[in-house]
């Protein structure tokens, strides 16, 4: 004869099942928040990336036009719109699609001297490069100027 005892403790209790699920769903939010941070960090890279390409290439601009242009704060102007292979692109690497959708492009430039700056993925940064060779992340609304503060 069989034990009736026996059969009704087969399964889960609800108990067990709702802890099961909690976890779930704690692990479920950390990987999605890490998900989320290393998405930051790879756009952020990105603009770093292209930002110095951009340096490199406005070297380039320089020797070729003895300066970089005339003074403008307009990215599709001058040294900034400029894609000419010659030239070494400059324009290349802040044209659109090249640069996440989200980051702002700040251009400026006098015969001697250029800044350019983009925001990073927490709209509270950005990255900038100059003629002098500086190229860092800073805090704060991008100015006008010619050099990163």
Not at 108 to 113: F, L, Y
Request: charged share 15%.
């Amino acid at each position: 004869m069989k034990n009736k005892k026996a059969n009704f403790f087969k399964g889960f209790t609800l108990i067990e099942l709702l802890v099961v699920i909690a976890i779930i769903g704690i692990l479920a939010t950390v990987i999605l928040n890490s998900l989320t941070q290393s998405q930051a960090k790879a756009y952020n890279s990105k603009i770093a990336q292209q930002l110095n390409s951009f340096r490199t290439a406005a070297q380039m601009y320089f020797i070729n036009h003895a300066g970089y242009g005339p003074a403008t704060s307009a990215c599709n102007d001058g040294m900034f719109n400029d894609v000419d292979t010659q030239d070494g692109s400059p324009g290349l690497y802040i044209a659109t699609g090249n640069l996440p959708d989200f980051s702002q492009v700040t251009c400026n430039s006098t015969i001697k001297d250029y800044a350019l700056k983009a925001t990073l993925y927490s709209g509270t940064d950005y990255w900038c490069v100059d003629s002098t060779g500086a190229s860092r992340s800073l805090s704060g609304t991008p100015n006008n100027g010619t050099i990163c503060p």
